[in-house]
């Protein structure tokens, strides 16, 4: 191949994408338009498509003539650009400038692909276009916001991004105990989990919005998802759909020690698959049996929410429960200071009422060396099911009896089944 022809094969897949580019955000703006200014339309495919193809094309004339050629274009698009906008806004009324501003994207897109970074132009190119296209979402959704949404939105972003990564990871005092991360770490994660179920109900609804909310709060933690759902009681008159969040949440649990043990002990399945598999079971069966119950109940609507639940953003409870926690960690390290390496089972219970992940990482690193197999299951079983009554005397003190008596029978039949299938495959 000639060094021409070599020279223009490096060029087309940016010129390419540069120009799809172009066209697919026109696309965009055309139909957008279509009934807002039918009559005319200030930038449309073609002029988008050649928009994106005269970015691609400044950085080829950069190359050959200088990089000033590149200001050039630059300045020229941004002076049409500008001209454009303030004859349709006199002409129209309309000072909107998102067609505008999606101009010089799509320059800028152009520019990216003909720069070589022609995975990341196209990428973003699909999100301008999918941006743009949900106008009338975005809109609705954002003029439905009410002042406490908003404040309450941008008081988790704040402890979140801004808060979270200036605290250092590291313990101090006794036991060293106490590690500012991690402490921070567990408040946002309650709050957070909090604000998820307020925006799951506001969505979907009150039922559909409680169990998405346990699936995606069971899968972070089900002891803080615990915490969240045991306090709405006080506001929605929903029990069984509230206790069956609680069990989902619960249930997902068990999989996840599951996990964590088949990564660091793989051998460990064979004790902990059945009795595991066995008591989330149980969960998931007293979770479909409220959840129908609560079907058969209350049928789905679309509620307001009541005035309990008006505040998305509850970081009193979060500091609250979190200190409890502090309490336990404190407690366990001061059990495990007395009792010793001998007291498996006694530093797995109290280990597993505050931290299940923390026991269960601990006796799945030794299993099979200095601990047996068995022990180590063991041991990661009472884990589980401490932390399982743990969290069914939490959701019952704090949303009372109506929450208690409906999970206790479906946590106790899970515990049973699965300490039986411990013993049987002991023996």
Request: hydrophobic content about 60%; aromatic content about 8%.
């Amino acid at each position: 191949m000639s060094p021409e022809l070599e020279v223009l094969d490096s060029y087309v897949p940016g010129l390419a994408i540069a120009l799809a580019v172009g066209l697919l955000i026109g696309a965009e703006r055309e139909w957008s338009q279509r009934f807002e200014k039918a009559e005319r339309v200030m930038a449309g495919i073609r002029t988008f498509g050649l928009l994106g193809l005269l970015g691609a094309v400044a950085v080829l004339l950069s190359e050959t003539v200088g990089a000033y050629a590149w200001a050039v274009m630059l300045v020229a698009v941004s002076l049409l650009v500008v001209a454009g906008y303030i004859a349709e806004a006199r002409a129209t009324g309309d000072w909107g400038m998102t067609t505008e501003v999606a101009m010089l994207v799509t320059f800028g897109l152009g520019v990216m692909a003909a720069s070589g970074q022609i995975a990341m132009a196209a990428g973003l190119g699909v999100l301008v276009a999918g941006l743009l296209s949900l106008k009338r979402i975005l809109h609705t959704q954002v003029h439905r916001l009410t002042p406490q949404e908003v404040s309450g939105a941008l008081k988790l972003l704040f402890i979140s991004v801004v808060m979270l990564p200036l605290l250092p990871n590291q313990a101090f005092g006794p036991y060293s105990v106490l590690n500012p991360y991690v402490i921070w770490w567990m408040v946002v994660a309650i709050t957070g989990l909090g604000f998820v179920a307020y925006v799951s109900m506001r969505m979907a609804g009150q039922r559909s919005g409680i169990l998405l909310t346990a699936v995606l709060g069971g899968l972070v933690s089900s002891t803080a998802m615990t915490l969240t759902l045991a306090r709405l009681s006080k506001a929605l008159p929903r029990p069984n759909t509230l206790s069956a969040g609680l069990l989902l949440s619960s249930a997902l649990m068990f999989p996840r020690v599951l996990a964590v043990s088949a990564v660091v002990a793989p051998a460990l399945l064979s004790v902990l698959t059945w009795p595991l598999a066995l008591a989330m079971g149980c969960y998931l069966a007293g979770a479909a049996w409220l959840a129908l119950v609560g079907v058969k109940g209350a049928p789905e609507v679309n509620e307001p929410l009541d005035s309990g639940l008006q505040n998305p953003f509850q970081i009193g409870q979060a500091l609250r429960f979190t200190l409890v926690l502090v309490l336990i960690m404190f407690a366990v390290e001061v059990a495990r200071t007395y009792f010793g390496d001998a007291g498996v089972w006694v530093m797995a219970a109290i280990s597993g009422a505050a931290d299940v992940d923390a026991i269960n990482l601990s006796l799945s690193r030794i299993a099979g060396d200095e601990l047996s197999l068995q022990l180590a299951g063991q041991g990661i079983l009472i884990a589980a099911l401490s932390n399982s009554l743990f969290k069914l005397a939490l959701s019952w003190t704090i949303g009372g009896n109506a929450i208690g008596w409906r999970t206790l029978p479906f946590v106790l039949a899970g515990m049973v089944v699965a300490i039986l299938s411990m013993v049987w495959l002991a023996s």
